[in-house]
């Protein structure tokens, strides 16, 4: 089992850039596929970016080019580094662990953007 731990998220203006982490906790991290998902006030939650055990990445087209997702097995973490943050990318950010049938998530960091 794996639990999971998000922090970096807070207040941005429109422009800015934050940069979120994920650690993990529990054995075997580099064997999990993770991801970051988020989730606005009534819209269902949606996969931003995601990175397989090997390091292919995969993002959704709303922030390609702008987020960038990495992992250091080392340290057992994920990150995902939001540049030119818009407001729509407001909202609740989850990391997701994932391994054949078997899914974690952490509890979410805010991100609000916002003048």
């Known amino acids: 089992q794996v639990q999971l731990v998000e922090s970096g998220g807070g207040l941005v203006q429109p422009g800015g850039s934050l940069r979120l982490s994920c650690v993990a906790s529990?054995?075997?991290?580099?064997?999990?596929?993770m991801g970051w998902y988020r989730q606005a006030p009534g819209k269902q939650r949606e996969l931003v970016a995601g990175?397989?055990?090997?390091?292919?990445?995969n993002y959704a087209d709303s922030v390609k080019g702008r987020f960038t997702i990495s992992r250091d097995n080392v340290k057992n973490a994920v990150y995902l580094q939001m540049n030119r943050l818009k407001p729509e990318d407001t909202a609740v950010y989850y990391c997701?662990?994932?391994?054949?049938?078997?899914?974690?998530w952490g509890q979410g960091t805010q991100v609000t953007v916002s003048s």
């Open positions: 997701k662990a994932t391994r054949l049938i078997f899914g974690y």
């Open positions: 990175i397989s055990s090997g390091g292919v990445t």
């Open positions: 529990g054995s075997s991290f580099s064997i999990y596929a």
